[in-house]
């Protein structure tokens, strides 16, 4: 039984890590700016990133669909699989949840999403200041909760690695040959 993802899950896992550490610094540091074309420009890298996130975990998912992970270690227990299970959905409902509430935001507030400065994206909602302020404090909550699962997530993969001496973590590492 193949025990590896495949190089590309291994390429998209992490190359949507850096962009979601990326774009969570930026959205961090671009909120406490003072209005100023800086932080507008700052404001349309941090969507640009939210949509190429959301398409590049709309190609994991359909990869992961034809191309299913490694199973865990037989000796894992019941419990620890089942909070491996729940991570990994928490984690990619969370990848598709919180490009949706920016996006949802932005309309809100009557800012239109531009991919790129080049791909108009239609605004979801007519605009709407309180509902915008809302969907802000959500999008922020969606993020901090997801921190708090990646943050989860290595810790997870380390100790399987250093404490428990299995391949959970080795097996995501690029470089690494599939079968």
């Given at each position: 039984?193949?025990?590896t993802?495949?190089?590309t899950?291994?390429?998209l ?5 850096l962009?979601?550490?990326g774009?969570f610094?930026?959205?961090t540091y671009?909120t406490?700016l ?6 507008l420009?700052?404001?349309?890298w ?8 959301f ?10 669909l034809?191309?299913?992970?490694p ?12 909070a ?8 990619y ?18 800012v ?7 791909v ?10 309180d509902?915008g ?13 997801m921190?708090?699962l ?5 810790g ?6 250093f ?17």
């Amino acid at each position: 039984m193949n025990n590896t993802y495949t190089r590309t899950a291994i390429a998209l896992h992490w190359l949507i890590a850096l962009c979601l550490i990326g774009s969570f610094a930026l959205g961090t540091y671009m909120t406490d700016l003072s209005l100023s074309p800086r932080k507008l420009e700052l404001y349309s890298w941090h969507k640009w990133a939210g949509v190429s996130i959301f398409l590049l975990v709309l190609i994991r998912l359909g990869w992961r669909l034809g191309h299913p992970p490694p199973p865990l270690p037989a000796s894992m227990p019941a419990v620890l699989r089942a909070a491996a299970h729940f991570t990994h959905i928490a984690l990619y409902v969370l990848m598709i949840a919180i490009p949706l509430s920016g996006w949802l935001m932005s309309s809100a507030k009557g800012v239109q999403t531009v991919w790129f400065g080049i791909v108009p994206l239609p605004d979801l909602l007519t605009k709407n200041a309180d509902l915008g302020k809302q969907l802000e404090s959500l999008h922020f909550l969606l993020n901090y909760t997801m921190a708090v699962l990646v943050f989860t997530h290595i810790g997870a993969a380390l100790k399987h690695h250093f404490i428990d001496r299995d391949d959970i973590l080795r097996r995501m590492l690029p470089g690494r040959r599939p079968g």
